[in-house]
Each structure stands twice: as C-alpha cells, then as structure tokens.
C-alpha cells in the first residue's frame, strides 16, 4: 500500500484530518487516565480487612446518662455478657473503633521515647480478651490478651499499656527483619509498650490517602473503652444468622437498659454496610469514570463514521475511477483503513502527550500516582481498534463503488 | 430572516436525520455530564457566608512547632491554653469560639427513650457575627458567657421535634441529666460547606440540633464529639491535664471590620506567639495565620478531589463532543455546497449564507440542550450513586442550572460552528455550478 497519495488527498482534507486527530489525542488522554482512575479506585474497594466480614456487625452505643469511668466499664461488661448469651451470636467484643469506620483514633509511633520524627503511624484499637476472636483475626505470632491485662480508660485517661498486639505491616515496619515479637516500642509515650502477638492482618480504621504510606498499620491494647459518651460493641454472628443478630442485638440491651442511644438508622450496621458506606465515593468516582469513557468512545466512534462517510461521499467519483483503471475492492477498503490508521497514529502521538500533561495535573494537584505505561498502551490499542472498527462500515461502502461512477458527474 | 433561517435550518436537520441524532447526542452528553459534576462542585465550593466572609477570620497560632507542625503550618485548631488566651485579650470587634458536642435528649418524658442530639458548644458572640436567624428569643451575651450559664438555643428542627415547633423559650430542656434554660430558638440555619467547624467535622452534614454555652460545657467536662489532636508525649491522665496539654480542639473565630483591624490582630497574634516563646512555652518564632473563609476552606481542602476531578474530567469530555460536533458540522455543512453555490449565484451575500448556518448550529444546540437537561435532570436523580450522600444531596437542579444547560448547549455549538460555517461562506459559487 502506497502511503504517498493517502498524504497528498488528506492535504485536501486539512480540517477533517486535524479534528479527527485532535477527538483522538482528546479521547486517548481522558481514556486512559480514566482507566488508570477506575483500577485504583477498584483496588482501594477490594482492600480485605482481615477481619470476618460476612459474620460481623457493629453496634454503635451512646450512654443516655453520663457514667463515671467505673460506671461505664461495668455497663460495657454487662452489655456483652448479654450479647453473647443471644442464641444468634456466637462472640462480641467492644472497642473505640472498627476497620473501615473512616476515622478514629491513630497515634505516632517511634522506637525511642524521645524521638521528635516518628517512624510511622498506627490505627489504634482498643480491646479485649475476646477481641481478636470476635472479628476473626489470625494470630500468626505470640499471644491473645488475657483477662487480668485489661484495663479500664475513662474521659481523657492518656496512658499506654505495657502490652500490644500489632499487626503484621506494623511489626514489619518497625522490625523489618522479622523479628517484632517481644520486642518494644513508643507511641507518644516515655514508657514502652512490648509487642506480646502479631496478627496477619486488620485493616486501619480509615481510609483516607493520606494513611496510604500506613496501609493496615494498626495495633490493639488490652483496654476496655469506658468513655463517658459511649462505645462500639462488635458482634460476631453465627453463620446465616447476622439479619436475626442484628434484628435482636439492640432489643436485648434496651430491655437491660434503656438509657442508652443506638441510632434506629444506622446505630446497628453489618459489616457489608460498612464496606459500603466507607467506599461511597471510591465507587462513585468508577462508576463516573466508567460512563465517561464509555460513552466518549461511543462518540469518538460516530464521529469517525460519520466524517468518513462524508468523505466517502465526496470522492465517489475519484474511487469510481481509481477502480475503472485497475484497483480492487480490497485496495478501496485498504486505502481507508490506512487513511485512518495514519489519522489515528497523529492523533495518539498528540495523546500521549496530553495522556500525561493531565496525569502530571492529577500528580500536582491531589498526589495521585504517576500513569503507568500500561494504560497509555492500552488506550492506544483501544483507540486504534476503535477507529478501525468505525471506518469499517463507510470503508466497504467505498469499495463498493461501481466503476461506472468516474463517468457519470460528481 | 432569523425566523426563516431557522425553519432553514430545522428542514435541514431533518434531511440527515443519522448525523443531526450525532450531533444532538454529543452536545447533550457532553452538557449533561458538565452540569451535573458542575452542580456538585457548585454546591461544595460556594460561599457559605457571602455578604460576611471577608470579614470573618480564624486564628491560627502554632504551639507544636516546625519540627512537629503540617508541613510549616500551624494547626488548624487551638489548644485550650492559647484558645483562652485569645478569648481573654478580646482583640476583635466579636468573637467566638467553639467544639461539637453529643448530647442525649429524652423527647417525650423522663420515662422515654434518649435520642442522640449533635450540636455546638459556642460562645455569645457567635450568634451576632455568623448572623444566625432566630424564630424565638435571643443568644446569649458575654455575661452569660462569664456567668458559666446554663443556657442553650435550640434550632427549629430540634425545637420542632422535641415541642412541636411552639414558642420554647424560657422552658427547661434536660440533655445528658442536666438542666439548661431554653434562651432562643434558631431558625433554618445550615451554612454550606460549614465553615466554622470544618476543621473538626465534616462540612456537609445534618444541621446541628443546638447551640450550648461553651463555659458550661467545659465545667461539666464534655468531652469533644469532633477531632482532637495531639504531638509528642503526652503525659496527660485526666480532663484538667488534658487541658493543659497541646492538643488542638478549639476552634475560634474572630470578626475584623476593616484592613487595619486585620493587619492589628494578626500584630497582636505575633506578639502572643512572641511572649510565648519569651515565656519559653514555645521553643520557636512566631507562626501565626489569619486567614478568611474562603481562604480557611481553601486551607482545610473542603471541595473532594472526586468533585475536582471529575468537573474537570467532564469538561474534557465536552470539549471532545465539541470537536466531533465540528467535525460533524463541517461534513453536513459542505455537503451542500452546490445548494450554497445557487444562493450565492443568485445574490445571497456571504454573511447571509454565515449567518444561515449559524442559525441552524443554533438549533441543533438548542435540540442538544434539550437533551442535555434531560439528561441533567436522569442524571441529577443518580448523582447519590457519583458521590457521598452528604454531598450528593446538596447538588439540586434548579432555574440557573436550567438556564445555564441551555446556554451553555447552544453558545457551545454555535461557537463550534464558526468554522465550518465560514467554509460554507466561501464556497466558490462559479465552482459549484458549473460541475452541475
């Protein structure tokens, strides 16, 4: 295929050519971020917790009456000592916090007590001996908390305790040989915490991009949460009875106690709930990004059919005798396929370009990460097909043109 | 001649009935998609205060210092000790400081069962210089203030719920077991995004339930339902030494009338940082920020990236739609070369022939506007699955929306048609009828 006179006829098609370059370079660029936009966000969906998630629900529990911290703590065990006899559930446990929640508490943490940078940062979670088997946790390393170890902490009682189960990711982090178990460390305190378990994994309590450097950084104390305001109580159902849990979890602790708030529209939330709320807008941005590229190539694809129609149009004539000296239906077809395969290769040379001025934009402005190459290949396939695929229709009609056409008049 | 031109152009757009749907379809994506993620980042980026905003402050004073601060910035909330200070040397013509609070209410009678209520522990001033409307009764003032009183102001959602929307002041209302004196009742009040407490709530929420006197939150140690931050060890282990401690919760607001008011605070801010550091509680030189609402919400990145972005994704994506409808123009328009080139022939000026086919650009923009607030308004009814239901019910349609799609739909393709309509004026009519 001679690639001469396609160059020479565009040159007669300037403005064609340059906006069907121009949707291209546009379309490649938008496409392309979008999709790397849809995967991260996708990926942040799918992060696992390590926690029972199909079994799990959370109660959040606001006290009615203020209580001193002996007070609140009594209520809390009396609280759970009524969850675990309902038939429908098989362990509960009470914290200040739950993963996925979208904020909480998180502390800096360093190897040494008077260390000013820290050397990272950790969700904290308070718990008790029923803690870890509650959510389902695995301990890969160490011990579960014992009952004499925990603690009470009441309004603004700021101590650490002597003992902490960590993480995997957070004993990594901190002793990146492997070898966390039994071994101390500060956070925000002068006395030392000494990790006595590590668990494979637990998700942080948020689930913000500035905690990306931190992901499932998180560690538990052995402390019950006696606040004056409230607590979280999570329950763990037995296997297909979360909806009949739910249902008679909150019934039981008014009939105990009814000086106490739990929302009727979202005090009581499974664990899919949770997962739900807490990637509202990850999805949202997916499904956004999802629709816009769906729809832009739609576009792009009709507006290449639609522009090589009207060239098509217009050089019936010409066709009509380039096939009356001699050219075949398949050289008419190869033509515009090579036409717009020239169109197409301009325009993505132009995307690309563009592809990573807006991702340089998305960088600067909100610190998303860098377009890998991979997308942009991508897009770039995805492109060429589709204008392949759209001049495919007005092509064959071209090479449909009888011969007779370069004698009749244009 | 519009008239005419028009019913032109409309016969015209009926004639390729496959490129006019095109053409429409770009337009009205295109417009959907920026309006709908326009009215979004409409709602999140307003001004929550306009006739008030320049004049409304926050005070910034850095007590955790360049080794522990944001990144050189000092916090957005003060500690207790500062907070008081700055309340104390009343350097500004009004104001306030404040935290969220969770209460518990009990609706019916004692025998019922609480209900949660979020609200504000403010000081007096607040009322006067956020201009809070009242339906019933008053604030409270700097003596109330003083006197630790135990006053509140419900806001007509609450006072709805809890005394069906009668005259409540002056009644007792009991919230978590004590007693307080009902002194206003606010009318509708809900700025968004809610400036004063951003740094410590969310700024798109449910309106608050109250408004309590700050002091008397304090001495009945009612702990902040909102953020807490703190840096370093910390050695508190109970209320009073938290208090002393530096954490930042408190967030304060001065009103400043005039330049010279503002150039004189933020003088008098340095000077409290530079007695600070004198007195050695700060180890470093002032580091003090004034800034006014717009800035602060610029400051606390109150507009979602998700908002940001996908404005500016749509934007893209209409520009495209634009292109192809250029494209798609040019095509239709050049097309009927040889009907331009009998107009021509037979005395139509150039700018005649421009202006035709503007027109008809016109009114495939108006059609795609059409389809466009159609879409807008399917669009608008789903944009709860785009974003965060708090923010997704912020976004509505409404008149200037309405009126925006439509404009924007027909400047746009009127725009895109300059060109292949300055093509279709310089047809040749020699040219034209002579292949004919």
New interface residues.
């Given amino acids: 295929m001679q690639i001469h006179p396609i160059l020479a006829a565009l040159r007669r098609h300037k403005?064609?050519t340059l906006?069907?370059a121009?949707?291209i370079a546009?379309?490649l660029?938008?496409v392309c971020?979008?999709l790397f936009?849809i995967h991260q966000r996708l990926a942040h969906i799918s992060e696992p917790t390590g926690v029972d998630e199909p079994n799990l629900f959370v109660i959040e529990n606001?006290?009615?009456?203020?209580y001193s911290t002996e007070e609140a703590a009594a209520k809390v065990q009396q609280d759970l000592a009524t969850l675990r006899q309902l038939a429908g559930v098989a362990d509960a446990t009470q914290s200040n916090s739950y993963p996925l929640r979208g904020g909480g508490w998180d502390n800096?943490i360093t190897m040494k007590?008077d260390q000013?940078?820290p050397t990272t940062d950790s969700s904290i979670y308070l718990g008790d001996e029923h803690f870890l088997r509650t959510l389902g946790v695995k301990l890969i390393a160490g011990r579960d908390f014992h009952a004499d170890e925990v603690q009470n902490m009441g309004?603004?009682?700021?101590?650490v305790p002597p003992v902490t189960i960590v993480s995997k990711a957070l004993a990594d982090k901190l002793y990146p040989n492997g070898d966390a178990l039994g071994k101390p460390f500060?956070s925000?305190?002068?006395k030392p915490t000494t990790i006595i378990g590590i668990v494979d994994r637990l998700h942080r309590s948020d689930v913000s991009t500035w905690s990306v450097p931190f992901a499932n950084e998180s560690l538990v104390w052995p402390v019950r949460d006696a606040?004056?305001?409230g607590v979280f109580y999570i329950v763990r159902a037995r296997p297909g009875q979360l909806d009949a849990a739910m249902r008679e979890a909150p019934k039981a602790l008014?009939a105990e106690n009814?000086?106490?708030?739990i929302?009727p529209k979202d005090g009581v939330q499974s664990f899919a709930q949770i997962r739900h709320l807490a990637f509202?807008?990850d999805?949202?941005?997916a499904?956004?990004?999802s629709i816009?590229c769906l729809?832009?190539l739609a576009?792009?694809g009709?507006?290449i059919v639609?522009?090589t129609?009207?060239w098509v149009?217009?050089r019936r004539r010409q066709i009509g005798v380039r096939r009356a000296l001699g050219a075949t239906h398949r050289d008419i077809l190869h033509y515009f396929l090579t036409e717009n395969l020239l169109i197409s290769l301009a325009g993505i040379a132009m995307g690309i370009f563009l592809a990573f001025g807006?991702n340089l934009?998305?960088v600067k402005?909100?610190s998303s990460q860098l377009l890998p190459l991979v997308y942009v290949l991508g897009g770039v396939v995805l492109l060429i097909l589709l204008g392949q695929g759209a001049v495919f229709a007005p092509a064959l009609r071209a090479s449909r043109v009888s011969p007779v056409e370069a004698t009749r008049?244009? | 001649m519009f008239a005419y031109y028009l019913q032109l152009g409309v016969r015209s757009l009926k004639r390729n009935p496959v490129l006019t749907a095109l053409m429409v379809m770009a337009i009205g994506f295109g417009v959907a998609a920026s309006m709908i993620t326009y009215s979004v980042f409409r709602a999140v980026s307003g001004n929550p205060i306009p006739d008030k905003s320049s004049q409304l402050f926050v005070p910034q004073i850095d007590n955790w210092g360049p080794q522990q601060n944001e990144k050189g910035e000092p916090s957005g909330a003060l500690s207790y000790i500062d907070a008081m200070a700055v309340m104390r040397a009343h350097q500004a013509t009004r104001q306030t400081l404040l935290y969220p609070v969770m209460l518990s209410a009990l609706p019916h009678d004692v025998n019922s069962i609480p209900v949660s209520i979020n609200g504000y522990a403010v000081t007096g001033d607040f009322f006067s210089m956020f201009e809070v409307p009242f339906l019933y009764g008053n604030g409270w003032n700097a003596n109330d203030d003083d006197r630790r009183a135990a006053d509140v102001v419900l806001t007509e959602e609450f006072n709805q719920r809890m005394f069906g929307g009668a005259n409540s002041v002056g009644r007792e209302i009991t919230l978590s077991g004590h007693d307080y004196r009902i002194v206003g009742v606010a009318k509708h009040w809900d700025p968004s995004p809610r400036f004063y407490a951003v740094w410590s709530d969310s700024a798109f929420q449910d309106p608050p339930d109250f408004y309590v006197l700050l002091n008397r939150m304090l001495d009945l140690k009612t702990d902040s339902s909102g953020r807490n931050s703190c840096r370093g060890n910390l050695t508190f282990t109970g209320w009073d030494e938290w208090l002393q401690s530096n954490c930042v919760w408190l967030m304060p607001w001065v009103e400043l009338d005039t330049a010279n008011d503002v150039a004189r605070y933020h003088r008098f801010l340095e000077g409290y940082a530079a007695d600070q550091q004198h007195v050695g509680r700060f180890a470093w030189p002032p580091n003090v920020r004034l800034r006014d609402v717009m800035a602060w919400l610029d400051q606390m990145n109150v507009v979602p990236p998700e908002s940001r972005i996908s404005m500016v994704v749509a934007l893209c994506f209409f520009v495209i739609c634009l292109v192809n409808t250029i494209g798609l123009l040019l095509a239709k328009f050049m097309r009927r070369a040889g009907e331009i080139g009998v107009r021509r022939a037979l005395g139509a000026t150039r700018r005649e022939i421009y202006s035709q086919y503007l027109i008809e650009a016109a009114a495939v923009g108006l059609a795609g506007g059409g389809l466009g607030l159609l879409l807008t308004s399917i669009g608008m009814s789903g944009v709860g699955l785009l974003f965060n239901a708090d923010i997704a019910r912020l976004a509505h349609l409404d008149v200037s929306l309405v009126g925006l799609t439509l404009v924007v739909a027909i400047l746009a393709t009127v725009a895109a048609a300059f060109y292949p309509a300055w093509r279709a004026a310089q047809v040749q009519p020699a040219w034209q009828l002579k292949s004919n």
């Fill in positions: 403005a064609g906006l069907i121009l949707q546009l379309t660029a938008i971020n979008a936009i606001l006290w009615g009456e203020q800096f007590p000013i940078s309004l603004r009682q700021n101590f500060y925000m305190s002068d606040q004056p305001w008014y009814r000086m106490r708030m929302s509202e807008s999805r949202g941005m499904v956004l990004m816009i729809v832009l576009i792009t009709a507006g639609g522009l129609s009207f149009g217009q807006l934009w998305l402005q909100f008049p244009a």
